[in-house]
């Protein structure tokens, strides 16, 4: 808060004379971060190919690469729940779930057309989070570099990994 509030050129504590308490403010950041994100995720959705749904996955994984890499604060204050009270925040539990619906069709998608190996959708979609959300939190948690990651090769090596575990859910592995 307080390089935010440097950066908006006001006190450290003027952000708080607009909320009723930080948890109210931390919750209004979560909120503008999830619409954010949801956009990026809509975003990157359009531009794939509508007819091939691992494609749209494998779109859908690499915008939340990018998003939460490029903002590791709003993707750490919406991703922990540590900082406001989730279940207390309708619009932004509705948002997580269009999220995670979006995901979640295209998943049912890909497997009536016959592209999934395994008809455990829950599996894949867990699977799923837990690649992108691990991946998120090395580069927060600053892992890379022991990793042999270089900074500039973050994105590139998010989409190696997205393609390497769309590869393991495919029925047949993709041709690039």
Known sequence: ???????????PAAPFRHFESREALMTAVALEAQR????EIA???????????LARVRAFGIAYLRWAMRNPAHFEIISTGR???????ADLVRDNAEVIG?????LKEAFAQGQLRT?????VQIAARALVYGFARMNIDGHFPRWGVAAGEA????????????DGIAKRPRRK
């Open 119 to 123: 008809a455990e959708l829950g599996h």
């Open 102 to 106: 979006m995901f979640e069709r295209t």
């Open 36 to 39: 954010r994100f949801r956009s």
């Open 43 to 53: 975003a990157a959705l359009q531009e794939a190919p509508p007819g091939d749904p």
């Open 155 to 166: 994105e590139a090596t998010a989409e190696a990994v997205v393609d390497l575990f769309i």
């Open 83 to 89: 900082l406001f009270d989730y279940d207390k925040a």
């Open 1 to 11: 808060m307080r390089e935010a509030a440097r950066r908006a050129g006001v006190s």
